[in-house]
């Protein structure tokens, strides 16, 4: 009897292994829209995506918590691009991550892994994608795709120490929010400078002297950074946020954050950046005087019922970037999920994980065609320099405050629900 109950155990605990070793099933987060439903740059470009996962290494990476130069930091990055070999069912990858509470899922891609580069005599630009505290290099893998399909070399970054498999979100959910802090804008500086000055499977059709960031909530945090506006931490928001109880550890760390470069002195520029709610200004943590001096073209996307990074705090680093090419995308009633993928379907299962991608008013994936629209816009507009691009820029302050002349590039029955702010030509 007693071998029958070890042996039963040992079925039942090697069945529950099985279960748990089997990989999720792929799914389509998408479904088909007809396209006079969606805006006109929300449709896939010409080209085919290939897609490729890789690592970098900053070797001369700079720990303030140890005051150590010699230190190593490691990048996962998500790498989209031009590629030459059409998708369809049977090539077709797979993104595959965990919810915050360590879930697994997969997401079938528009892209094919490994794909060989388009071949052409032509460049295409970089542009970086950031992801929030959590998050993964893939959440936005919409834009991803679509920037691809429209001649871009788009790179998603895993910001060490802040994805969704790396912080316990339950059980110690600020483990990793001091290194996001000090780290997000010195990943996007790192990931552009090592695409531009080191050889890898794309040297051949890089633009290097191009390129664009997008951000999300963390992302956009060190996207502002990285446009010029520099921060502002006190030693309070240091105390705060950081957790450190040596004096002379929280003074290197704040003078670190701290630091801001002239425009002269920046070693990096960006041609445009869009920050999607971005967190920091509701503890002030920007210098306005170093908004005010900024003049990369830059967008802003928010929610006006933004309950994590404030919406009254977005607008007010709207209000306060000097650029004259600054804009304000407005969701109304949405909060703060304007930017990632639809949830997949495990995260349904509980609220703590849903609550990372639904929006409580807006459909998720209207949410990333419009996106997708205004994310090329922007890049086409002043990466690129297509004059024709920067038309669907030039708004009205409400999308439907006139049915007879809806926002351009909307059909009048979807240009809803949105407004926006501009300082173009002002």
Not at 50 to 71: H, L
Not at 88 to 98: G, I, L
Not at 125 to 146: A, K, N
Not at 235 to 242: L, P, R, V, W, Y
Request: glycine share 6%; proline share 4%.
């Amino acid at each position: 009897m007693f071998k029958i109950m070890l042996f039963s155990l040992s079925t039942i605990i090697c069945s529950q292994q099985a279960i748990a070793s089997v990989p999720p099933t792929p799914e389509q987060l998408y479904t088909n829209v007809p396209s006079e439903m969606s805006p006109d740059l929300a449709k896939a470009g010409g080209y085919s995506v290939g897609v490729r996962t890789m690592e970098i290494t900053d070797k001369n990476y700079y720990d303030p918590f140890t005051n150590a130069d010699n230190k190593t930091r490691t990048l996962k990055l998500e790498v989209w691009y031009p590629g030459s070999e059409k998708v369809n069912s049977n090539n077709a990858t797979t993104y595959d991550n965990v919810t915050r509470s360590g879930q697994p899922f997969s997401i079938i891609a528009n892209a094919v892994r490994n794909s060989a580069v388009v071949n052409t005599a032509g460049k295409f630009p970089l542009i970086i994608l950031s992801h929030g505290y959590t998050g993964y290099r893939t959440i936005m893998f919409y834009l991803g795709e679509h920037l691809a399909s429209n001649g871009y070399i788009v790179v998603g970054i895993d910001h060490t120490d802040s994805t969704n498999a790396e912080v316990d979100f339950k059980s110690s959910p600020y483990s990793g929010f001091p290194s996001t802090l000090i780290n997000r804008s010195r990943d996007q500086e790192f990931t552009k400078k090592y695409f531009n000055h080191n050889k890898t499977f794309l040297s051949g059709v890089l633009d290097t002297q191009k390129s664009g960031l997008i951000g999300y909530s963390m992302g956009g945090y060190g996207a502002i950074k990285s446009a010029g506006g520099c921060y502002h931490f006190s030693d309070q928001n240091i105390n705060k946020f950081m957790g450190v109880k040596d004096i002379k550890v929280a003074n290197d760390i704040k003078n670190l954050l701290n630091k801001c470069p002239s425009e002269k002195q920046r070693t990096s520029h960006w041609d445009a950046v869009i920050a999607m709610d971005p967190w920091g200004e509701a503890y002030r943590l920007f210098s306005l005087d170093s908004l005010a001096k900024i003049t990369t073209p830059l967008l802003y996307v928010a929610g006006d019922l933004d309950d994590v990074a404030d919406y009254k705090s977005i607008v007010k680093l709207y209000n306060n970037t000097g650029s004259k090419n600054t804009f304000l995308l407005t969701y109304e009633n949405a909060r703060h999920n304007t930017a990632p993928h639809p949830a997949p379907a495990i995260a349904y299962k509980n609220a703590f994980d849903l609550g990372h991608y639904d929006e409580p008013t807006w459909d998720t994936q209207k949410l990333n065609t419009i996106n997708k629209h205004f994310a090329l816009a922007m890049m086409d507009c002043y990466v690129k320099n297509i004059a024709k691009q920067c038309k669907y820029l030039s708004l009205s302050e409400r999308s439907n405050a006139d049915e007879d002349h809806p926002w351009f590039g909307f059909d009048k029955r979807y240009s809803v629900g949105m407004e926006w702010k501009s300082k173009m030509g002002h």
